[in-house]
């Protein structure tokens, strides 16, 4: 665990340059716009260890898979994001010298991420080995206003010398992923232009032929008074130059303003014209009015979707910036965009897809962003239901049975571990959940009809035809399986799997009612499409959800994970002596299989999902036992646990998980920070507020919330989107605070108890529960 980044409740905030922390930075200080995204790499030269990166958004690579074996139904490729042009680079020399923070000596070092504004700043002082000192301030950012551009200001200050500063703006396309094999490039050359201070690179990926044009506009100014510049070219690289004679204090100011256009987007033999119409309006526009528009934006964006909390800078930080890099990271404005683990932050998990958006992102974007935001990442799914199928066939199934990939760009399955790709099933239940949660939330049965019946009927299918029947048990059993604890691999009726496949089968069958009885002549579209057979296929599907086995130990009264669990060298997690965790990186594979801890929340998630099933005593009594025996190894563990622990009225453990979410990158928990943000466990940070101490779920088509304020904080505050209602709840000891901003009433629950909340303030006593 790190704790280098000071407290502030708006800002990220590095001071003093440590070498050694620097590819931590640069996860930390990450910026985006749901477009493209940023590592904060520095725009000098810097020949530190580092890890330069550009994304752009839905473009990929189809890699080769990562095992030295094929078996039917496996994947054929590993997708991975690409490193795209680097659009920041400036090479500056100073009297021959370049300016590199590896090798002069830093001074006055600062580094902020303006999360209000979303903005990166950076100021330094740099003395070069021949006693020349500089300084140097850069603020840069990626519109949200235009998702196709970006922006840049560098200011460097002659200090202490009389001599020649040549600068050399730059965009670079010759660059390579971390994990490449031989420096092995992954993107050719197809077009570049300069005209004036203006540079124009199209590159193309290899396979995929996906065509992206980097444009960048540089403008330099010594004294205030704007220079010429000399075109630069090489293969794969066009670049801006000048050089100044400088004295003393003088100060040299460079705007640089740039896009990124896709073919996802535009016909690839219009993309160049594309650019220019897209720098030529950006650039009418300059620094400055762009840099208010996006704090104008952001300011926006916060007005809907803050959380403050008074009393806790750590955790008011914390909580901002979990919602800042969300925000950055999907914007809902393309249903061929989802959202990966390390959003445009890093290169690990090749920047797919995977469960965590439905199980965990979808809460966040329903309730703070337009609700075609999060209907966007249900259509994302539906447009892959036909290689969900597909996928499904190749495994073996049939009629029409679908499972959705592990890990996917475009709806194909591209994750290489065996026991993941055929064995995490449980994802299909992720998928059908946040069908059910989405309409819960936003009332739009509508979305059945058009989209989610056609989903369910197929991960019904494929449930129906997973399970087989144990003469021994008299019941339907699940074979061969790993659960969300991914310290398990091949085992058989995962509690959570088989409860996940139940309720599936159930609600499918719910469903189909819906849609007959919403739109008849839909509904016998979806029937003849799908080939559903209804009497037989609903009465198997009930059959299985009625008769499904679930492990059970009657000593511990809990849910077993799976069977077998109880086989298991029962150590406490608390008896584990500390040098031997994190258990990924210090104990072998076999080792961790063999052992009782979990990596994250497993029986405990499908308590959090079906919670309006258990009793508070059961509850506890899982909660205890399997708490005890997690090592907490995934971003997406605390944040359950946390949840769960404020519905039990544990203050502790509750206050314990969120900090350790919320904070879980900013402090680096998990030693892995370098690498990439986890950005879809950041949406847990979120839930552990509003659904763990505001304790806000949505009961018979009502609000409902149990408060729990934790003592670190005097009081809370958010503000959601429901229903096309605008609300703010604020919280303190005593109090539930709402103000409802719209023209219409609403009736909520606090401790099952109705009010009716008119527009306007509404003031809600509480006594929080003793259970």
Same mark, same amino acid.
């Given at each position: 665990?790190?704790?280098?980044?000071?407290?502030?409740?708006?800002?990220?905030?590095?001071?003093?340059?440590?070498?050694?922390?620097?590819?931590?930075?640069?996860?930390?200080?990450?910026?985006?716009?749901?477009?493209?995204?940023?590592?904060?790499?520095?725009?000098?030269?810097?020949?530190?260890?580092?890890?330069?990166?550009?994304?752009?958004?839905?473009?990929?690579?189809?890699?080769?898979?990562?095992?030295?074996?094929?078996?039917?139904?496996?994947?054929?490729?590993?997708?991975?994001?690409?490193?795209?042009?680097?659009?920041?680079?400036?090479?500056?020399?100073?009297?021959?010298?370049?300016?590199?923070?590896?090798?002069?000596?830093?001074?006055?070092?600062?580094?902020?991420?303006?999360?209000?504004?979303?903005?990166?700043?950076?100021?330094?002082?740099?003395?070069?080995?021949?006693?020349?000192?500089?300084?140097?301030?850069?603020?840069?950012?990626?519109?949200?206003?235009?998702?196709?551009?970006?922006?840049?200001?560098?200011?460097?200050?002659?200090?202490?010398?009389?001599?020649?500063?040549?600068?050399?703006?730059?965009?670079?396309?010759?660059?390579?992923?971390?994990?490449?094999?031989?420096?092995?490039?992954?993107?050719?050359?197809?077009?570049?232009?300069?005209?004036?201070?203006?540079?124009?690179?199209?590159?193309?990926?290899?396979?995929?032929?996906?065509?992206?044009?980097?444009?960048?506009?540089?403008?330099?100014?010594?004294?205030?008074?704007?220079?010429?510049?000399?075109?630069?070219?090489?293969?794969?690289?066009?670049?801006?130059?000048?050089?100044?004679?400088?004295?003393?204090?003088?100060?040299?100011?460079?705007?640089?303003?740039?896009?990124?256009?896709?073919?996802?987007?535009?016909?690839?033999?219009?993309?160049?014209?594309?650019?220019?119409?897209?720098?030529?309006?950006?650039?009418?526009?300059?620094?400055?009015?762009?840099?208010?528009?996006?704090?104008?934006? =952001?300011?926006?964006?916060?007005?809907?979707?803050?959380?403050?909390?008074?009393?806790?800078?750590?955790?008011?930080?914390?909580?901002?910036?979990?919602?800042?890099?969300?925000?950055?990271?999907?914007?809902?404005?393309?249903?061929?965009?989802?959202?990966?683990?390390?959003?445009?932050?890093?290169?690990?998990?090749?920047?797919?897809?995977?469960?965590?958006?439905?199980?965990?992102?979808?809460?966040?974007?329903?309730?703070?962003?337009?609700?075609?935001?999060? $209907?966007?990442?249900?259509?994302?799914?539906?447009?892959?239901?036909?290689?969900?199928?597909?996928?499904?066939?190749?495994?073996?199934?049939?009629?029409?049975?679908?499972?959705?990939?592990?890990?996917?760009?475009?709806?194909?399955?591209?994750?290489?571990?065996?026991?993941?790709?055929?064995?995490?099933?449980?994802?299909?239940?992720?998928?059908?959940?946040?069908?059910?949660?989405?309409?819960?939330?936003?009332?739009?049965?509508?979305?059945?009809?058009?989209?989610?019946?056609?989903?369910?009927?197929?991960?019904?299918?494929?449930?129906?035809?997973?399970?087989?029947?144990?003469?021994?048990?008299?019941?339907?059993?699940?074979?061969?399986?790993?659960?969300?604890?991914?310290?398990?691999?091949?085992?058989?009726?995962?509690?959570?799997?088989?409860?996940?496949?139940?309720?599936?089968?159930?609600?499918?069958?719910?469903?189909?009612?819906?849609? $007959?009885?919403?739109?008849?002549?839909?509904?016998?579209?979806?029937?003849?499409?799908?080939?559903?057979?209804?009497?037989?296929?609903?009465?198997?599907?009930?059959?299985?959800?009625?008769?499904?086995?679930?492990?059970?130990?009657?000593?511990?009264?809990?849910?077993?994970?799976?069977?077998?669990?109880?086989?298991?060298?029962?150590?406490?997690?608390?008896?584990?002596?500390?040098?031997?965790?994190?258990?990924?990186?210090?104990?072998?594979?076999?080792?961790?299989?063999?052992?009782?801890?979990?990596?994250?929340?497993?029986?405990?998630?499908?308590?959090?999902?079906?919670?309006?099933?258990?009793?508070?005593?059961?509850?506890?009594?899982?909660?205890?036992?399997?708490?005890?025996?997690?090592?907490?190894?995934?971003?997406?563990?605390?944040?359950?646990?946390?949840?769960?622990?404020?519905?039990?009225?544990?203050?502790?453990?509750?206050?314990?998980?969120?900090?350790?979410?919320?904070?879980?990158?900013?402090?680096?928990?998990?030693?892995?920070?370098?690498?990439?943000?986890?950005?879809?466990?950041?949406?847990?940070? =979120?839930?552990?507020?509003?659904?763990?101490?505001?304790?806000?779920?949505?009961?018979?088509?009502?609000?409902?919330?149990?408060?729990?304020?934790?003592?670190?904080?005097?009081?809370?505050?958010?503000?959601?989107?429901?229903?096309?209602?605008?609300?703010?709840?604020?919280?303190?000891?005593?109090?539930?605070?709402?103000?409802?901003?719209?023209?219409?009433?609403?009736?909520?629950?606090?401790?099952?108890?109705?009010?009716?909340?008119?527009?306007?303030?509404?003031?809600?006593?509480?006594?929080?529960?003793?259970?």
């Amino acid at each position: 665990m790190k704790n280098y980044i000071k407290a502030d409740e708006w800002n990220i905030v590095e001071e003093g340059f440590d070498p050694h922390l620097n590819k931590i930075s640069e996860s930390l200080f990450s910026i985006g716009n749901g477009r493209m995204g940023q590592r904060a790499n520095f725009e000098e030269d810097y020949t530190g260890e580092t890890l330069q990166g550009n994304y752009v958004a839905g473009v990929y690579y189809p890699d080769k898979t990562r095992v030295g074996w094929w078996k039917n139904g496996y994947p054929e490729y590993f997708a991975k994001v690409l490193n795209a042009t680097n659009w920041i680079g400036l090479n500056i020399q100073i009297d021959g010298e370049t300016l590199d923070l590896n090798t002069a000596t830093v001074g006055d070092f600062k580094r902020v991420l303006n999360m209000k504004e979303g903005t990166l700043s950076r100021h330094f002082t740099a003395k070069l080995k021949s006693g020349k000192m500089v300084q140097v301030e850069s603020i840069r950012f990626c519109s949200i206003v235009d998702d196709e551009v970006a922006a840049l200001h560098y200011r460097i200050k002659a200090l202490n010398f009389k001599g020649q500063i040549s600068i050399t703006s730059f965009i670079d396309g010759d660059v390579k992923n971390q994990d490449s094999n031989y420096d092995e490039k992954f993107w050719e050359e197809v077009a570049q232009q300069q005209e004036k201070n203006t540079d124009y690179l199209v590159l193309r990926t290899k396979k995929t032929e996906f065509d992206v044009c980097t444009v960048s506009q540089t403008s330099i100014f010594k004294n205030a008074e704007l220079q010429t510049l000399s075109p630069v070219t090489k293969d794969k690289y066009l670049g801006q130059q000048a050089s100044f004679a400088v004295v003393q204090n003088e100060v040299i100011d460079l705007y640089k303003i740039a896009a990124n256009l896709s073919s996802q987007n535009y016909d690839k033999s219009d993309l160049l014209s594309a650019a220019k119409a897209t720098i030529l309006k950006a650039a009418e526009k300059g620094f400055e009015q762009l840099k208010q528009e996006q704090a104008i934006a =952001w300011a926006q964006k916060w007005e809907e979707g803050d959380i403050v909390i008074e009393g806790d800078v750590a955790a008011q930080q914390a909580i901002r910036f979990n919602i800042f890099q969300l925000n950055q990271t999907y914007t809902g404005k393309d249903a061929r965009l989802n959202i990966g683990p390390k959003g445009f932050t890093g290169e690990k998990y090749g920047g797919s897809t995977y469960w965590d958006t439905e199980a965990y992102c979808i809460p966040f974007y329903l309730s703070v962003a337009p609700q075609e935001v999060a $209907k966007n990442l249900l259509v994302y799914r539906y447009k892959h239901l036909d290689k969900a199928i597909e996928n499904a066939t190749k495994l073996g199934f049939n009629n029409g049975a679908a499972l959705y990939p592990m890990v996917t760009m475009n709806g194909e399955e591209c994750h290489n571990e065996w026991e993941i790709t055929f064995e995490e099933i449980h994802r299909n239940g992720a998928i059908a959940f946040a069908i059910f949660n989405y309409i819960r939330y936003t009332g739009d049965e509508r979305y059945l009809a058009d989209y989610g019946l056609e989903v369910l009927i197929g991960i019904a299918r494929f449930w129906k035809q997973r399970v087989n029947w144990s003469a021994e048990r008299n019941k339907f059993v699940m074979l061969g399986v790993t659960g969300p604890n991914e310290y398990e691999n091949n085992i058989n009726n995962n509690w959570y799997t088989n409860k996940l496949a139940a309720w599936c089968l159930t609600y499918a069958t719910e469903a189909a009612e819906k849609v $007959k009885s919403l739109d008849p002549e839909q509904y016998l579209k979806i029937v003849e499409k799908t080939k559903l057979q209804e009497m037989s296929e609903f009465k198997d599907w009930n059959s299985v959800a009625t008769q499904m086995y679930y492990p059970y130990h009657e000593g511990e009264e809990v849910f077993l994970q799976q069977d077998g669990f109880m086989d298991k060298e029962q150590i406490l997690v608390k008896d584990l002596p500390a040098d031997q965790r994190p258990l990924n990186q210090k104990w072998s594979w076999d080792r961790i299989l063999r052992s009782c801890y979990i990596k994250q929340a497993d029986v405990l998630q499908g308590m959090y999902f079906f919670e309006e099933e258990f009793d508070l005593e059961t509850l506890r009594r899982n909660f205890n036992f399997y708490e005890s025996r997690t090592v907490h190894e995934s971003s997406l563990s605390p944040c359950v646990h946390s949840i769960l622990a404020a519905k039990l009225n544990d203050e502790e453990k509750a206050y314990e998980f969120y900090l350790r979410t919320a904070r879980l990158d900013l402090d680096d928990y998990n030693n892995d920070t370098e690498d990439g943000l986890h950005i879809t466990s950041m949406a847990g940070t =979120w839930m552990s507020v509003v659904e763990g101490f505001a304790g806000m779920r949505v009961k018979e088509d009502k609000l409902a919330f149990q408060p729990f304020l934790p003592k670190n904080w005097a009081a809370f505050s958010f503000t959601i989107g429901f229903r096309g209602l605008q609300l703010k709840v604020q919280i303190n000891e005593s109090e539930l605070i709402i103000t409802n901003h719209s023209e219409e009433s609403l009736t909520l629950r606090v401790f099952e108890q109705e009010y009716a909340v008119p527009p306007g303030e509404k003031t809600i006593a509480y006594k929080t529960s003793l259970v």
